[in-house]
T-cell receptor, first 112, second 112 residues
Framework: DTGVSQNPRHKITKRGQNVTVRCDPI?????LYWYRQTLGQGPEFLTY????????KSRLLSDRFSAERPKGSFSTLEIQRTEQGDSAMYLC??????????FGPGTRLTVT | DAKTTQPTSMDCAEGRAANLPCNHS???????VYWYRQIHSQGPQYIIH???NNETNEMASLIITEDRKSSTLILPHATLRDTAVYYC?????????????FGSGTRLLVRP
């Protein structure tokens, strides 16, 4: 097992465009978490899934953000009508329930 | 969720032990103490966690005081590759999410 992977690693987009980032968790992990990290800050929780069910969304996750985890495997995070304030590192982590989370390398999004 | 307090920065000499303190005075009985670290431009890396007892693994030791209001992460023989931001996180299963609430962490610099 190669750990959590995220694609793309870097994405530059223009304001107003839609962006989708993908996370492939560790295969047997039933929990998947999304976090966002801006420069100089610690990661902030966005949302999490248990299998295919999205169980919690942070207030940071505006209506322009949507996340899915079809079939309880990989997950996608879509940002519609991107704004410059969406520029951040988007981190994905996976775990078994009640166990430690393993993070991917992140997708660095830059909105110009 | 309980909050943690960590020094903003620390340094230690290569080969010496690095002792990173964390205060979590409002921790409650079912809350775990987790330590993660983040090396520049990478995703956070799980180090260790504990509830009441001291814990040790191949990376570090975790010492939790008897009243559980503080803990210390010990890297026994720090190397240059241990230079990173270290996050102390208190995570509970009260709401079953086990989401991680990151603070600002301690920036550890290991000097040659």
């Amino acid at each position: 097992d190669t750990g959590v992977s995220q694609n793309p690693r870097h994405k530059i987009t223009k304001r107003g465009q839609n962006v989708t980032v993908r996370c492939d968790p560790i295969s047997e992990h039933n929990r998947l978490y999304w976090y966002r990290q801006t420069l100089g800050q610690g990661p902030e929780f966005l949302t999490y899934f248990q299998n295919e069910a999205q169980l919690e969304k942070s207030r940071l996750l505006s209506d322009r953000f949507s996340a899915e985890r079809p079939k309880g495997s990989f997950s996608t995070l879509e940002i519609q009508r991107t704004e410059q304030g969406d520029s951040a590192m988007y981190l994905c982590a996976s775990s078994l329930i009640r166990n430690e989370q393993y993070f991917g390398p992140g997708t660095r999004l830059t909105v110009t | 969720d309980a909050k943690t307090t960590q020094p903003t920065s620390m340094d230690c000499a290569e080969g010496r032990a690095a002792n990173l303190p964390c205060n979590h005075s409002t921790i409650s009985g079912n809350e775990y103490v987790y330590w993660y670290r983040q090396i520049h431009s990478q995703g956070p890396q799980y180090i260790i966690h504990g509830l009441k007892n001291n814990e040790t693994n191949e990376m570090a030791s975790l010492i939790i005081t008897e009243d559980r209001k503080s803990s210390t992460l010990i890297l026994p023989h720090a190397t240059l590759r241990d230079t990173a931001v270290y996050y102390c996180i208190v995570s509970s299963g009260r709401d079953s999410s086990y989401k991680l609430i990151f603070g600002s962490g301690t920036r550890l610099l290991v000097r040659p």
